[in-house]
């Protein structure tokens, strides 16, 4: 499975973002899908899943500001993300998970804030 991240980019503080990742795979529909960030200095860690049957979970930090979704027939995962502080600026990391364990990362999409 082939992860195409794209969207990140400099934004002002308070503005929005949507994030998006394309998957090249027919079993897309199976795949639970995920976004972690990357902050500088920090190891991965997750923003948001959502699983093959539409259940999601946010993680603490951006709770509140993002919104996860996913078009099956398009094969693509995206991250809506209000209200950007300085302190979100990182890495964003699409990532898919299958129900036997294998897992695949993208190559990541920078996201910028400035104060």
């Known amino acids: 499975v082939q992860l195409q991240a794209s969207g990140g980019g400099l934004v002002e503080a308070g503005g929005s973002l949507t994030l998006s990742c394309r998957a090249n795979?027919?079993?897309?529909?199976?795949?639970?899908m995920d976004w972690y960030c990357q902050f500088p200095g920090n190891d991965r860690e997750l923003v948001a899943k959502?699983?093959?049957?539409?259940?999601?979970h946010y993680g603490d930090y951006m709770k509140g500001r993002i919104t996860i979704s996913r078009d099956d027939a398009k094969q693509s995962v995206s991250l809506q993300i209000n209200n950007l502080r300085p302190e979100d600026t990182g890495v964003f990391y699409c990532?898919?998970?299958?129900?036997?364990?294998?897992?695949?990362w993208g190559q990541g999409t920078q996201v910028t804030v400035s104060s």
């Open positions: 959502i699983t093959d049957r539409g259940i999601i």
């Open positions: 990532h898919a998970e299958m129900r036997g364990g294998a897992s695949f």
């Open positions: 795979t027919n079993f897309f529909r199976a795949l639970t």
